[in-house]
């Protein structure tokens, strides 16, 4: 029987770093992406736009949230590229360093009232390089994990970058509750809401005080010993690993529930153009809740992945997410605030989290180390793109005054999920597969007795890992 390291990369793992260094980096960095769709729904409308007319001024911020989806298949292409010919580890201090600057420099811009058209230019410029940062984020923090966990554990160890991301969330929200609980709306719109932007001045220190206490990951590194690094990790991954880049880029159009959950259910909550007349503060702990029960269930679920498999997890949290979607408009729509903080636990809390702590293992077993980074970023961030772009369409086909919105916005998101689920059952199952056969679609899986052996035994090289790191 081969041994638990056979297939496995050699040198030092330093597992339980790489997943803090991981889960630090991702709430640091999406802290930044989530301000910015937390001020676009609640703020950005009344003061970057032209104010008389309600509805075009929502469309258009909303729009402007989608904008950095746009960039983020471009830094995707570059930051992929990077990852694999240089590292997973600068690739993370890269993407840090442009997402905390463009950030903090929104903080700064003049208002629509000030400069006219040139607010919301300067706005969509600063979203941009925000869109393409974080889209060598989470390709590369998963990457990075996942090639530092021992076989057996690698959807837990993962799931943290995702955590992480949840966390960032909370974060972000929990600096604007008390802004715009306390604040009266007019000091709210003039300057408090640039405090939490300018805050990520503290990203960009925390940051790379974390990241660069974390080595080169040992799959990496044998790669470069081997002379195995590719010139032009694009080719290669879309020349071989065409077909699990299309079923990524289906499997990651699952962002639609937190594009729901926070970005049109917020507007949809909170504007008063649609007359449901929810508090901004009372709105924001909708996600915040959601989020909290997130960072609770996402270790199960990626514990259970690495028990059971990654597809079925997938399925499930499509499929139920997609059904809850309908409910949580509801929700929304007859204004009930408990019932809508139920359905976010539910859909977003939970059910959701069978997507989203999986992905993050997931993605990055279905392609080679070659051009994991690459393969993943490029894939990942065309979907979510996709997604990105919904808001504004939710906005165009469901507009203030319009009837049957829970219905018409909740069709349109099952049908995403839809696609995202089957795209996972068409996929191969990747948690039994060592480290260095990944990517191989005829790599043949240790057989399921051997393999609870084998992670039983990745528990006590958990534990040696922490010691020395």
């Known amino acids: 029987m081969a ?3 056979e297939h496995e990369p050699h040198g030092a793992h330093q597992t339980r770093k790489a997943a803090a260094s991981g889960w630090i980096g991702s709430a640091l960095e999406y802290y930044d992406f989530f301000i910015y769709a937390s001020a676009a729904a609640l703020v950005f409308p009344q003061i970057f736009f032209p104010s008389g007319n309600p509805q075009v001024a929502i469309i258009a911020s909303l729009a402007t949230y989608g904008v950095g989806y746009v960039a983020r298949p471009i830094g995707a292409f570059f930051l992929g590229h990077w990852g694999d010919t240089h590292g997973r580890k600068t690739v993370l201090i890269l993407c840090m360093f442009l997402m905390g600057f463009s950030t903090m420099a929104v903080a700064f811009l003049p208002t629509y009232q000030q400069v006219g058209m040139l607010a919301p230019g300067l706005l969509v410029l600063l979203r941009l390089i925000q869109g393409f940062a974080v889209a060598g984020e989470i390709s590369g923090a998963s990457s990075m994990i996942l090639e530092h966990a021992p ?55 925390a940051g790379y005080i974390i990241r660069r206490e974390v080595a080169e990951t ?33 499997m990651a159009l699952m962002n639609v529930i937190p594009v729901v959950a926070t970005i049109f259910g917020g507007a949809y909550a909170v504007q008063a153009a649609y007359g449901i007349g929810f508090r901004p503060d009372v709105y924001l702990w909708i996600p915040v809740l959601g989020n909290i029960l997130a960072v609770v ?46 359905m976010s636990l539910l859909m977003w809390g939970v059910i959701y989290q069978g997507y989203n702590a999986v992905f993050p293992s997931f993605f990055p077993e279905l392609f080679p180390t070659r051009t994991r980074v690459t393969a993943m970023a490029i894939a990942q961030n065309i979907g979510t793109t996709i997604t990105a772009l919904l808001p504004a369409l939710f906005a165009t086909v469901a507009p203030p005054g319009s009837t ?12 995403v999920t839809i696609i995202a689920m089957v795209a996972a059952w068409s996929a191969r199952e990747t948690y039994r597969i060592h480290l260095n056969d990944l990517g191989d679609p005829n790599a043949v899986p240790v057989d399921k007795p051997d393999y609870d052996r084998m992670r039983a035994g990745t528990f006590g090289e958990g534990r040696s890992a922490k010691a020395s790191a």
């Open 297 to 342: 269930v996402i270790p199960y679920v990626g514990n259970l992945s690495d028990k059971v498999g990654r597809r079925p997890a997938v399925i499930l949290g499509a499929l139920g997410s997609g059904l809850l979607s309908f409910a949580y408009l509801y929700a929304i729509s007859i204004a009930n605030v408990p019932l809508a903080i139920l």
């Open 404 to 415: 049957n919105i829970p219905l018409t916005i909740g069709a349109i998101t099952f049908a």
């Open 218 to 250: 040992p799959a990496f590194a044998e790669e470069g010993q081997h002379g195995a690094v590719p010139r032009t990790p694009i080719i290669e991954a879309f020349k071989y690993c065409w077909r699990d880049m299309v079923r990524v880029i289906c």
């Open 151 to 205: 076989f057996g554990r690698r959807g837990y160890y993962a799931s943290f970058s995702l955590q992480g991301v949840q966390a960032g969330q909370i974060l972000a929200a929990a600096v604007f509750l008390p802004l715009a609980r306390y604040l009266p709306q007019a000091e709210f719109n003039s300057w408090g809401w640039r405090i939490p932007f300018l805050l990520s001045a503290l990203v960009i220190i």
């Open 3 to 5: 041994g638990p390291m």
